[in-house]
């Protein structure tokens, strides 16, 4: 009986430095200032957070369709999962247009809802946390599962953000959806996914097998359909 009593103040505790942990989260990101577009790809946020103590690692690699079809940017990513509700993310961007250089970048994110019944799952968070005196990147991100007639089972992203996800004194909007195949030609599960913001939109192919391995490809559309890029990555989850 006491054990028990002792787990149920855990928890009540926990839930309170959950919520003071959010606010010092959103206090601390409004004294910062917002900076003009950067490189990147169509990438909205997702709710999803990764669960307590998995990681995952990849690489991104884009090519733009030009005269020559040419190679324009890596990406090296790290994600990180803390007890159930935070996701942390690290990525070091190189884009050789741009003199080689290099970018190290952090990004945080934090579940507040869990997807039960008819509401849907429910996260913040914010990207390039590593250049915090010149940029604002927050987000709102939503995520919920609909049973559609015909189609079946699909996921739809949405939410809101600031900087590359709208403009600099505006809030703009993102969204997409994934739908989850599992061919029998093919081991593992393969997902369709579709993504836009205001820099464009992008669809790829997702294929995820039994050993934690993923491999994308896929095009995007940017800056009204004037540049086209195309993208493969690799990635590990564990």
């Given at each position: 009986m006491e054990s028990r009593l002792?787990?149920?103040?855990?928890?009540?505790?926990?839930?309170?430095?959950?919520?003071?942990?959010?606010?010092?989260?959103?206090?601390?990101?409004?004294?910062?200032?917002?900076?003009?577009?950067?490189?990147?790809?169509?990438?909205?946020?997702?709710?999803?957070?990764?669960?307590?103590g998995i990681f995952e690692v990849g690489t991104d690699f884009f090519f733009e369709q030009d005269n020559k079809f040419s190679y324009q940017e890596t990406i090296l990513d790290l994600d990180f999962g803390l007890f159930n509700w935070i996701e942390i993310g690290i990525n070091r961007q190189k884009a050789p247009r741009i003199g080689d250089e290099s970018t190290l970048l952090v990004?945080?994110?934090?579940?507040?809802?869990?997807?039960?019944?008819?509401?849907?799952?429910?996260?913040?968070?914010?990207?390039?946390?590593?250049?915090?005196?010149?940029?604002?990147l927050?987000?709102?991100?939503?995520?919920?599962?609909?049973?559609?007639?015909?189609?079946?089972?699909?996921?739809?992203?949405?939410?809101?953000?600031h900087d590359r996800y709208g403009t600099e004194d505006r809030i703009g909007f993102f969204g997409g959806f994934e739908k989850e195949f599992s061919p029998k030609i093919a081991k593992g599960d393969l997902s369709f996914i579709l993504q836009f913001d205001?820099?464009?939109?992008?669809?790829?192919?997702?294929?995820?097998?039994?050993?934690?391995?993923?491999?994308?490809?896929?095009?995007?559309?940017?800056?009204?359909?004037?540049?086209?890029?195309?993208?493969?990555?690799n990635s590990f989850h564990q």
């Open positions: 002792k787990i149920d103040r855990f928890k009540d505790k926990l839930l309170f430095w959950k919520i003071r942990f959010v606010w010092c989260f959103l206090l601390c990101f409004q004294a910062m200032s917002v900076l003009a577009d950067q490189p990147g790809q169509v990438e909205i946020p997702v709710a999803n957070v990764i669960g307590h990004h945080l994110k934090l579940r507040l809802l869990k997807e039960q019944d008819l509401s849907p799952q429910l996260s913040i968070g914010a990207k390039d946390l590593s250049n915090i005196k010149n940029h604002r927050m987000f709102l991100s939503f995520n919920k599962k609909l049973n559609l007639p015909k189609i079946h089972i699909v996921g739809v992203n949405f939410g809101i953000g205001r820099r464009g939109m992008s669809g790829s192919l997702l294929h995820t097998a039994d050993t934690g391995l993923q491999t994308t490809v896929g095009t995007e559309l940017l800056n009204n359909g004037d540049q086209i890029r195309f993208f493969c990555q």
